[in-house]
C-alpha cells in the first residue's frame, strides 16, 4: 500500500499542484480542510479529507496520525498586524508540532516556509515566517524535518502573478520598485518535483533551503520583458511605478483594515517587500541534499501557463 502524505494548505495553489502530484503518482493523500467549499478543488483525487484547521488540536491529532510525511503549505499572506500573520505562520505550526510530537511514530515534515524570512525586518509578514522557522529549528529536535524558502512562483492556477503577465501581454511591465531589481522565479510544477524528491529520499539533511529555476543570479525586470516580449511578438518595457501611486491605497487599507475588519494584500509593510533590490536565490545548498534539478525554465513556463495571453488562453 503506497504511504500517506497529510498535507496543510492543500487549497492553496502550490497545495493543489502539490496533491495533484502526488496523487498521479501513487501517494495517498490526507487533507486539512477547514470548509466544505473546498472539496470540489479535489474531485479528481481520492483524498482523506479531515474537517478542521490548524487551531483544532482533535482534528490535527487525526490528521497527523499514522502519516509517513506531513507537508505543510497553510500560510497567511494577508493582514495588517503582526498578530494577524503570527496567528497561523507560527502559532499554527506550533500546533501541528504539538500534534506531530503525540504521535507514536513521529512523521517526517515538510515546511513551506518564505523567502521574504531572509528579511524578517520588511514585514509582518517576513517576520512570522522567520519567526516559523526559528520554532521549527528549536522544537524539531530529532524530527526529520525540511524547510524550504521559494521565491516567486508561478504556473498553472496563479492568480498573483497573473494580472502582471496579462498586463506584460499587452505591453508593459508595471514595476514597484526598481527596473534593476533582480529577483529568482520558480515554476509550481518543479517545486511539487522537489517534494516528491525529498519523500522519495528517506534521509535529507534538515535544514533551511532555497530553490530558483535554474537561472543563476536571477532575473531583472528587463530579462522578464524581453521573455514576454519573445512569446507575444510585440514590444514589452518595464514602467517604474510612482511611489506615491501605491503608497496612497496601502496607507489607506492600514487604516480602514483596522475599522472594517478586512485582510488587506497591499501595505505599506508589502510594499517594502515588493521594492526590495535582491530576492535573488542560490540552488547550492539544495543540490548537495537532493536528487533534484528544475525543469522548467522562463519562457516554457510561461507557456505552460494559461490565462495571460492570446497563445494560452
Known amino acids: 500500500m503506497s504511504k500517506q502524505i497529510a498535507i496543510t494548505?492543500?487549497?492553496?495553489?502550490?497545495?493543489?499542484?502539490?496533491?495533484?502530484?502526488?496523487?498521479?503518482?501513487?501517494?495517498?493523500?490526507r487533507l486539512l480542510l477547514r470548509s466544505p467549499a473546498s472539496d470540489a478543488l479535489f474531485d479528481g483525487i481520492n483524498a482523506d479529507i479531515v474537517r478542521g484547521d490548524l487551531h483544532d488540536e482533535v482534528a490535527l491529532s487525526r490528521?497527523?496520525?499514522g502519516a509517513y510525511a506531513v507537508i505543510h503549505c497553510a500560510?497567511?499572506?494577508r493582514g495588517a498586524s503582526q498578530q494577524d500573520f503570527d496567528r497561523v505562520n507560527v502559532e499554527g505550526l506550533a500546533r501541528l508540532l504539538d500534534a506531530i510530537e503525540r504521535t507514536e511514530t513521529s512523521p517526517r515534515?515538510?515546511?513551506?516556509?518564505?523567502?521574504?524570512?531572509?528579511?524578517?525586518?520588511l514585514s509582518f509578514y517576513a517576520a512570522s515566517k522567520r519567526r516559523g522557522e526559528q520554532l521549527l529549528e528549536q522544537r524539531a529536535g530529532g524530527l526529520n524535518?525540511?524547510?524550504?524558502?521559494?521565491?516567486?512562483?508561478?504556473?498553472?492556477?496563479?492568480?498573483?502573478?497573473?494580472?502582471?503577465?496579462?498586463?506584460?501581454a499587452k505591453g508593459f511591465a508595471p514595476v514597484?520598485?526598481?527596473?534593476?531589481?533582480?529577483?529568482?522565479?520558480?515554476?509550481?510544477?518543479?517545486?511539487?518535483?522537489?517534494?516528491?524528491a525529498w519523500l522519495e529520499r528517506e534521509t535529507v539533511t534538515p535544514g533551511i533551503y532555497t530553490l530558483h529555476d535554474g537561472r543563476v543570479g536571477g532575473y531583472d525586470w528587463y530579462d522578464v520583458c524581453q521573455t514576454v516580449s519573445g512569446i507575444c511578438q510585440r514590444p514589452v518595457r518595464p514602467v517604474?511605478?510612482?511611489?506615491?501611486?501605491?503608497d496612497a491605497p496601502a496607507w489607506l487599507n492600514?487604516?480602514?483594515?483596522?475599522?472594517?475588519?478586512?485582510?488587506?494584500?497591499?501595505?505599506?509593510?508589502k510594499l517594502r517587500e515588493l521594492r526590495h533590490p535582491d530576492w535573488v536565490c542560490d540552488n547550492t545548498g539544495l543540490s548537495e541534499v537532493l536528487d533534484w534539478q528544475p525543469r522548467i525554465q522562463l519562457r516554457e513556463g510561461l507557456l505552460k501557463t494559461p490565462g495571460w495571453s492570446s497563445l494560452n488562453r
Not at 14 to 24: K, N, P, T, V
Not at 113 to 121: I, M, N, T, V, Y
Not at 176 to 195: H, Q, W
Request: net charge positive; aromatic share 12%.
Open 9 to 29: 494548505g492543500a487549497s492553496g495553489f502550490i497545495g493543489r499542484s502539490l496533491c495533484q502530484r502526488l496523487y498521479a503518482g501513487g501517494w495517498r493523500v
Open 63 to 65: 490528521f497527523v496520525e
Open 75 to 77: 500560510g497567511v499572506v
Open 109 to 121: 515534515l515538510f515546511v513551506l516556509s518564505s523567502l521574504a524570512a531572509r528579511e524578517p525586518g
Open 145 to 168: 524535518w525540511f524547510a524550504l524558502r521559494p521565491p516567486a512562483v508561478y504556473g498553472p492556477g496563479d492568480r498573483e502573478m497573473l494580472p502582471l503577465f496579462r498586463a506584460m
Open 176 to 196: 514597484p520598485g526598481k527596473k534593476t531589481s533582480r529577483f529568482s522565479m520558480v515554476y509550481v510544477e518543479d517545486i511539487a518535483e522537489l517534494v516528491v
Open 240 to 246: 517604474e511605478i510612482p511611489h506615491l501611486l501605491l
Open 254 to 269: 492600514r487604516y480602514l483594515s483596522r475599522w472594517l475588519g478586512y485582510a488587506p494584500m497591499l501595505t505599506p509593510e
